[in-house]
């Protein structure tokens, strides 16, 4: 059974253009979360959705930030015009519950680099 | 306040020891607690999950106290292999903290 896996897993990008970054969630899991941890920080929560529908992003920047899961295909993390305070380690995560009760597994990360 | 918080340490201690590391949560309707574990530039893997009490698994016990809102962690018999990062979440929302550095020296 496959973990949480996340493409790419580095990234790098200049100033200005745009991230998108991939995250599949272990088999049987319908609920995916996504999280930023800063070099010597922890894990700040940014969103967590289910298939077709995000249920919290009150972590979320309010621009250039979004997320999706589409009915089909992998949960997709875009980050419009990247600027270099957006260079981090980017976890997806999923459970099989959601909130209150899932534990949840984390994927191998996107380390991004923004230039 | 932050909701999660973690001495951020680093404990260095000497193989074969016993450590604790304190996890405080201000959420006093969370149930559900979590400890991960996160070596250097690595995603953060489940250690112990805690519902009621506490939980033990081997050298590792987990102990809940809800009265004064906050999680600890016991590491008996510290191997040089538990040198990591240690992190703790609250499953209601989706808060950790920053996390416990620990050294296990030789």
């Known amino acids: 059974n496959a973990g949480v896996m996340q493409n790419p897993r580095h990234l790098v990008r200049r100033r200005g253009q745009e991230a998108r970054l991939r995250c599949s969630p272990m088999?049987?899991?319908?609920?995916v979360y996504w999280y930023r941890q800063l070099p010597e920080e922890g894990l700040k929560f940014m969103v967590y959705l289910q298939k077709e529908n995000i249920i919290d992003e009150s972590g979320m920047p309010k621009e250039r930030f979004s997320a999706e899961f589409p009915k089909e295909g992998p949960s997709i993390l875009r980050i419009q015009q990247v600027v270099r305070g957006d260079s981090a380690a980017y976890f997806c995560?999923?459970?099989?519950?959601?909130?209150?009760?899932?534990?949840?597994?984390f994927g191998p990360g996107t380390r991004l680099t923004v230039t | 306040r932050k909701e999660v918080e973690q001495d951020p340490g680093p404990f260095n201690v000497p193989e074969g020891a016993t450590v604790a590391f304190n996890c405080t949560y201000s959420?006093?309707?969370?149930?559900?607690f979590f400890w991960y574990r996160q070596d250097c530039r690595k995603e953060p893997k489940l250690l112990m999950s805690v519902y009621s009490s506490g939980n033990e698994d081997g050298r590792f016990t987990a102990q809940l106290n809800r009265a004064s809102q906050y999680i600890s962690l016991l590491i008996r018999d510290s191997k040089l292999s538990d040198s990591a990062t240690y992190l703790c979440?609250?499953?209601?929302?989706?808060?950790f903290g920053t996390g416990t550095s620990l050294t296990v020296i030789p």
């Open positions: 979440g609250t499953g209601n929302q989706f808060y």
């Open positions: 088999k049987g899991h319908s609920h």
């Open positions: 959420n006093s309707a969370s149930q559900s």
């Open positions: 995560a999923s459970s099989r519950s959601g909130t209150g009760v899932g534990e949840q597994y």
